[in-house]
């Protein structure tokens, strides 16, 4: 049985959005070996708890809405686009539901700002267009690079990707495509960046901190998110949309399905 992998719909402001966007999505999942369930926003919390616990991991994908500030205590700025409480919601079970049991997750764009929030990180709510225009779009195949860090787990996946070079200081280049106006700011707790724009020093990913294999653990205070093989990123950029021209795409989604793979998901009743 392939994995499955729950995605929400990605917003309830803009049903178009969700109609071209969302497939692509499926469609990456499908491709890389996983059963793509989608997960509607407009769910009761018992019958998304259901749903939930028949997946084998998580996407959390792009929105065309913005997090709201106050759950990183920040006033608003004219800039922040609407928000959308049921995505959010939605995103802050799948998260504490993929905590609990050690389930994979992938944030994409809003997705990736949404797992920083959660744990407590805060954003930038309107990134300047120079000297980066990081809300390029999707009609721009690559929008800029970045810089990955060599120790990150997001190295690992990449190190031997044709599409990453080798810098003289040890991080990795990728060349990706953008569409974000807002970023992380203040990385969350448990949370470590993995990879930042070179130009503006934004940062484009972050992820899980591995715990230090050095250190000693209390099985009863043993944490399942901080299992040494969990598989929690995010991302900034949109690897759905080039994962046909890409194998760096192809890399994270093939990496979600991987560490979906061992989990035995409670069946729907």
Request: charged fraction near 15%.
């Amino acid at each position: 049985m392939n994995p499955k992998i729950g995605i929400p719909t990605p917003t309830t402001i803009d049903p178009a959005y969700n109609q071209r966007s969302w497939p692509a999505y499926a469609a990456a999942v499908s491709r890389a070996g996983g059963d793509p369930i989608e997960l509607p926003l407009t769910l009761p919390p018992a019958n998304l708890e259901a749903l939930a616990a028949t997946c084998h991991g998580f996407l959390l994908p792009g929105s065309p809405a913005d997090v709201n500030p106050t759950l990183y205590d920040t006033p608003r700025l004219p800039a922040c686009g609407p928000q959308d409480a049921p995505r959010e919601q939605t995103d802050f079970f799948l998260l504490t539901h993929a905590a609990a049991t050690g389930k994979p997750l992938l944030g994409i764009c809003y997705g990736c700002q949404s797992l920083n929030v959660f744990h407590g990180g805060s954003l930038i709510q309107d990134l300047s267009p120079l000297p980066v225009n990081h809300a390029a779009g999707a009609s721009v195949a690559i929008a800029h690079s970045v810089l990955i860090a060599p120790s990150s787990t997001l190295a690992t996946l990449l190190t031997a990707n044709p599409e990453t070079t080798a810098e003289a200081t040890g991080l990795l280049r990728l060349p990706v495509n953008t569409s974000h106006h807002q970023s992380v700011a203040v990385v969350g707790k448990n949370l470590r960046i993995a990879a930042r724009c070179p130009d503006d020093d934004i940062i484009e990913a972050i992820e899980l901190i591995p715990p230090d294999p050095q250190q000693s653990h209390d099985p009863k205070l043993f944490h399942v998110e901080q299992s040494p093989q969990r598989l929690l990123l995010g991302v900034q950029w949109h690897p759905e949309r080039s994962y046909d021209i890409s194998p760096a795409s192809r890399a994270l989604f093939q990496a979600l399905i991987t560490a979906a793979q061992p989990f035995t998901p409670t069946p729907c009743t």
